[in-house]
């Protein structure tokens, strides 16, 4: 069966510093993967998704990157964070065919506070 | 603005009643979906709708889609304490690219 692992669970960093949230898929072979952001009591934001390694679009322009150095890993990134960057970080991933295909798999979040 | 939006915002209930959450959107879509989310945890996928779908039950679910006034409704039956949670409506924007659009959601409390 597939699972998916964020980590970490919760964060408290200071404003300025760098950020790494890690993503891996595990049971399924090049998924969909999309990191999603959301803020408290608020929907979802997509952030960034890939379709394959070092294939990733960026849906809103801000100071996060992402990056898929292997098939089943996805990493978010900041180099300086900034107050507004607070949130619940959402990975998530699909497959490519199917009905299956087009669930979206959710995992446990990474609750991310700048102060 | 937002692709998906629920209606209400919130919802308060007794438990063995029914909840409907509406989901409206604003371009065509392939297909539909709904999930829950409990708090402060991921979100877990309750049920897809295809555009060429009407209705879809799963256990005490029940989802209408209807393509020509652009909405959704999830029906929720003979509701449980447990079933207290944020519901999303997820819509696809363009076919093939999997990528989904989340609305605010609906907050839904049963009262035991």
């Known amino acids: 069966s597939q699972t998916i692992h964020q980590w970490p669970a919760t964060l408290v960093q200071p404003v300025g510093s760098p950020l790494s949230l890690e993503c891996t898929v595990e049971g399924t072979s090049n998924p969909n993967l999309y990191w999603y952001r959301q803020a408290a009591g608020r929907g979802l934001q997509l952030l960034f998704y890939s379709v394959g390694i070092g294939q990733i679009s960026s849906e809103v322009p801000q100071n996060l990157s992402a990056s898929r150095p292997q098939d089943r890993q996805f990493i978010l990134s900041s180099k300086k964070l900034l107050l507004s960057d607070s949130g619940f970080y959402l990975c998530?991933?699909?497959?490519?065919?199917?009905?299956?295909?087009?669930?979206?798999?959710f995992g446990p979040g990474t609750r991310l506070t700048v102060l | 603005s937002q692709q998906g939006e629920e209606d209400p915002q919130a919802l308060s209930i007794q438990e063995g009643e029914n909840a409907t959450m509406n989901c409206s959107y604003k371009?065509?879509?392939?297909?539909l979906q709904w999930y829950r989310q409990n708090s402060g945890r991921g979100l877990v996928h309750l049920i897809l709708?295809?555009?060429?779908?009407r209705e879809k039950h799963s256990g005490r679910l029940r989802v209408t889609l209807d393509t020509s006034k652009k909405s959704s409704s999830l029906l929720i039956t003979a509701s449980r304490a447990a079933d207290t949670a944020s519901y999303f409506c997820?819509?696809?924007?363009?076919?093939?690219?999997?990528?989904?659009?989340f609305g605010t959601g609906t907050r839904l409390k049963v009262l035991a």
């Open positions: 709708i295809r555009s060429n779908e």
């Open positions: 998530a991933w699909s497959g490519l065919a199917g009905e299956r295909g087009d669930t979206q798999y």
């Open positions: 997820a819509t696809d924007l363009t076919s093939g690219t999997y990528k989904y659009i």
């Open positions: 371009t065509s879509i392939n297909n």
